[in-house]
Structures are given as structure tokens and as C-alpha cells.
Nanobody, 123 residues
Framework: QLQLVESGGGSVQAGDSLRLSCAVS????????MGWFRQAPGKEREFVAA????????SYGDFVKGRFTISRDPAKNTVYLQLNTLQPEDTAVYYC????????????????WGQGTQVTVSS
């Protein structure tokens, strides 16, 4: 079964940046629509960003406001989430997820989920 492994989280100060990675551990013949979510303690899981198969289409949660960028490396079958100007309210576990349907557009469902990587931002 397809496996997703997140990495790149850590503890940083407000204003710092991180780049999260989501690696597909089992090689696939084609890219899949992918997304990032986050969940803070006591809160529901929140949509962060999504990207289509070829990287030409992206979408972001309303809170992102240009600070985050999703991208992908087809050669490595890896999706990235660049987190800039991090704020304490960005503290959460960040999860990547994949839509198993080979569609041209953005994800419409998420069938595979990673275990998450912790991002902690101090003021």
C-alpha cells in the first residue's frame, strides 16, 4: 500500500521558516493529487494546501495569506510545504495526504495519510 512520510518539522521562533517534505515511500508510475493539513491540540484538522498531479494548480486555506507554498518534485515523488514567517498560531502537527484517483485537477478526497510532523513556533 502507498505510504506517506512527513519530515522537516521542528521548533522555531516566530518569523522563522521551515520546509516540510512528504515522501511517497512506495514508488508509483504517476503522480497523485496531494494536500497538506494541520491539527493543533483541541482543534479540528484544518486544510492548508493542495496541489494537482503536474504542479500547475494549487489551492490554499484561507488563513495562509501567502505565507505558505506547496510544490512538488516529480523525480522524487515528493511534495513540499514551505512555511514562511511562522507564527505561534501555526503550531500544529502537519499531515500530508493523497487522493488515490489519477485526476488532472486538485484533490477531492484523501485516501492516504501520513503520520504527521510537529511544528512548534515560539513567540
Amino acid at each position: 500500500q502507498l505510504q506517506l512520510v512527513e519530515s522537516g518539522g521542528g521548533s522555531v521562533q516566530a518569523g522563522d521558516s521551515l520546509r516540510l517534505s512528504c515522501a511517497v515511500s512506495i514508488p508509483t508510475v504517476t503522480a497523485l493529487p496531494m494536500g497538506w493539513f494541520r491539527q493543533a491540540p483541541g482543534k479540528e484538522r484544518e486544510f492548508v494546501a493542495a496541489i494537482n498531479r503536474n504542479g500547475g494548480r494549487t489551492s490554499y486555506g484561507d488563513f495562509v495569506k501567502g505565507r505558505f507554498t506547496i510544490s512538488r518534485d516529480p523525480a522524487k515523488n515528493t511534495v513540499y510545504l514551505q512555511l514562511n514567517t511562522l507564527q505561534p498560531e501555526d503550531t500544529a502537527v502537519y499531515y500530508c495526504a493523497a487522493d488515490s484517483t489519477i485526476r488532472a485537477g486538485l484533490p477531492v478526497k484523501y485516501d492516504y495519510w501520513g503520520q504527521g510532523t510537529q511544528v512548534t513556533v515560539s513567540s
